[in-house]
């Protein structure tokens, strides 16, 4: 049994691991950190179970985007402490006061990130904020199967191929009671490179990372900065932001993505927006505003629901979407391919980021210098 025939095709989802009736697969790691299914032949009855649920190479149910808004949560903590404007907060406020469980991505205990299940807001608040490294979802499908089957309300939430890919696990189950958040996706990084950064983070600055956050808030919500803590002292660099922002540590599947469209998997998209000052600048205060796209009735349902926490205005869907590329397309690989991953597999982290810094600084600076001058030009022009 295959179960993809090239790392474009698997996006690493694990539905393929946790509806296999054998439990002959298994999640592992490659030499790049990204996890694919392994099957153990031995245990393996080729009943095809594991091909078919695959969402990426054969597709998943599709909610069209119905509605765009604009949304900030009116707890200004939640705010800075979200990556946009807080409205994963408010909806999955609306699960937990059902006595439901929600489910996303959190640092463990060593920084790597993965899927857990919550249901009390203080575990919840762990999943707050995005985190730039590919999630493992672990044995989470199999969980929201069975929190569904006991009855409960549910909020699965992460990248759009894992709802896909949970959505297709659970074919057969009532989904009556399951709500889902998909985000727009620039694209995953891998986890063992995330590793190495924290690695290096230790080594420079001579301690213990003991908290880190992928985009530093209190220097704008535009900065495009990591905030590292070293035994509770925090630095600010751009070097992780530089290679996530620039494609060089994503994953190959993200290239392929079949996700970067309006068709959404889940009932809700969550995002940046990134167009807020030419539809709706006043609303802008640089501390983050979420684009909410509301893709199914379940989806509205909630957002009527959620109105007494946030601050929200309904935009034009098109005009919205336009300035997040990821609505439309996959992330371009690097004009310069692997460069990232040869330097790495020949010197090692160091030198592999120390090299890819320095490109895209020198590209950042050339782009800004054009700016700069063009803007001269144009005001001895006048
Ligand atoms: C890898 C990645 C790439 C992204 N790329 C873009 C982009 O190109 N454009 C854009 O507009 N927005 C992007 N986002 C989404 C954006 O960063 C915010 O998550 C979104 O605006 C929601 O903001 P919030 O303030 O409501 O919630 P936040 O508090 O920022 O996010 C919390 C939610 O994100 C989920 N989450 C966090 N990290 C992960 C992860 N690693 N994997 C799966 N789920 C995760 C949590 O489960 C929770 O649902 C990306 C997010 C991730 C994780």
């Known amino acids: 049994m295959e179960i993809f025939d090239s790392k474009n095709n698997c996006c690493g989802c694990s539905a393929c691991e946790q509806i296999c009736p054998k439990n002959a697969i298994k999640m592992k790691p490659d030499d790049r950190g990204f996890l694919y299914p392994v099957i153990d032949n031995s245990l393996c009855v080729e009943c095809g179970a594991c091909k078919r649920v695959c969402a990426f190479q054969n597709g998943y149910e599709k909610n069209r985007a119905q509605k765009a808004y604009a949304i900030k949560h009116k707890d ?40 857990i299940r ?81 690695n290096h983070c230790e080594k420079k600055y001579n301690g213990k990372v003991t908290n880190a956050n992928f985009r530093d808030k209190t220097l704008g919500w535009n900065a495009h900065k990591e905030a590292i803590w070293i035994d509770g002292k925090k630095y600010n660099s751009n070097e992780y932001a530089y290679l996530f922002n620039d494609n060089y540590i994503s994953r190959p599947s993200c290239f ?59 935009c034009d869907l098109q005009k919205s979407a336009k300035p997040n590329p990821n609505l439309y397309m996959s992330s371009q690989k690097p004009k310069d391919g692997d460069y ?28 800004r210098i054009r700016e700069k001058s063009n803007k001269v030009k144009r005001i001895f022009k006048k």
Not at 342 to 367: P, Q, R, S, T
Request: glycine share 6%; charged share 25%; aromatic share 14%.
């Open 118 to 198: 919550t249901t009390n807001k203080s575990e919840r608040d762990r999943l707050k904020g995005s985190k730039y490294v590919q999630s493992n979802v672990k044995d989470t499908f199999s969980n929201v199967k069975q929190d569904l089957k006991n009855g409960m309300y549910v909020l699965f939430s992460g990248t759009a191929c894992q709802v896909g890919g949970l959505k297709n696990y659970l074919k057969n189950t009532d989904t009556s009671k399951l709500y889902t958040c998909d985000l727009v996706c620039h694209g995953v990084p891998s986890p063992k490179i995330w590793k190495e950064y924290l």
């Open 340 to 367: 990232f991953w040869n330097n790495y597999e020949k010197y090692g982290f160091e030198k592999a980021l120390n090299k890819c810094y320095k490109k895209v600084f020198w590209v950042k600076l050339k782009i």
């Open 256 to 314: 392929n993505c079949k996700f970067t469209n309006l068709d959404r998997p889940a009932d809700f998209t969550l995002a940046d927006f990134w167009g807020i000052n030419n539809i709706l600048p006043e609303f802008n205060d640089n501390k983050g505003v979420s684009l909410l796209l509301v893709n199914s009735s379940k989806g509205a349902e909630v957002l009527e629901a959620c109105k007494k926490d946030i601050e929200c205005f309904e």
């Open 76 to 115: 200004f903590n939640t705010r800075m402490t979200s990556r946009s404007g807080g409205v994963f907060i408010a909806i999955s406020d609306f699960i937990l006061e059902k006595n439901g469980s929600v489910y996303g991505a959190a640092f463990d205990d060593d920084f790597s990130v993965c899927h």
